[in-house]
């Protein structure tokens, strides 16, 4: 049973334009979460992250949001460049279970076109 | 210094052989974790040491063997691997295990023949 889940493999954008990639969870004991970027062959990044007392954070062009009502978490990446292109997983855990465990989505194929 | 060492970056080995995977971060964190994901699958949790402990080991087969020497390093040790563990080896940090973002390494690739 996936406890998350995003649910488009792929994506495919304009530059400069906004890429929105979406994930959903179905652990409501999930408090904290965060999204990564993977490039072939390398390790994933960290780039941003929300815990549930939030709704929205920003950390440049990444903005997260969280909907906990509706288990549904979104990152936007605004303008979107082609350097973004990559592979976006979100994670999410327990936090206050102090047990560092994350559980990843099967992840989103972003493409970004010049 | 803010990144995740391992070495070797590539490594394949038989199904009788003993090898070992290294990983190291000089960011003064407390919790280490090793991940194995595979091809166009995401990272899955394989264990998490956290002030030197192994605090999970989610049900990884003994011929996996993970060693934590001091807070820096963090070793994979393998013994008669299966074709089918052939994957990329994650290493990640963070500070603590508590709401906290990890780190990850480069990964080593793993062949198994």
Not at chain 1, 103 to 113: A, E, H, N
Not at chain 2, 32 to 48: D, G, H, I, N, R
Not at chain 2, 77 to 82: G, P, S, V
Request: glycine residues 6%; hydrophobic residues 30%.
């Amino acid at each position: 049973d996936q406890q998350v889940k995003q649910n488009s493999p792929s994506l495919s954008v304009q530059e400069g334009r906004i890429s929105i990639l979406n994930c959903d969870y179905t652990n409501s004991m999930f408090d904290y979460f965060l999204w990564y970027k993977k490039y072939p062959a390398e390790g994933p990044t960290f780039l941003i992250s929300i815990s549930s007392i939030k709704d929205k954070n920003e950390d440049g062009r990444f903005t997260v949001f969280l909907n906990k009502s509706a288990k549904h978490l979104s990152l936007h990446i605004v303008p979107s460049q082609p350097g973004d292109s990559a592979v976006y997983f979100c994670a999410a855990s327990e936090g206050s279970s102090n047990t560092g465990k994350l559980i990843f989505g099967q992840g989103t194929t972003l493409q970004v076109k010049p | 210094d803010t990144e995740v060492t391992q070495t070797p970056k590539h490594l394949v080995m038989g199904m009788t052989n003993k090898k070992s995977l290294k990983c190291e971060q000089h960011m003064g964190h407390r919790a280490m974790y090793w991940y194995k994901q595979k091809a166009k699958k995401p990272p899955e949790l394989m264990f998490v040491y956290s002030y030197e402990k192994l605090s999970i080991n989610e049900s990884v087969p003994s011929r996996f063997s993970p060693e934590c020497p001091n807070s820096s390093l963090l070793n994979l040790h393998l013994h008669a691997l299966q074709p089918e563990d052939s994957a990329l080896y994650l290493c990640a940090s963070s500070q603590e295990t508590l709401y906290n973002e990890q780190f990850f390494g480069p990964g080593t690739r793993l062949t198994v023949l």
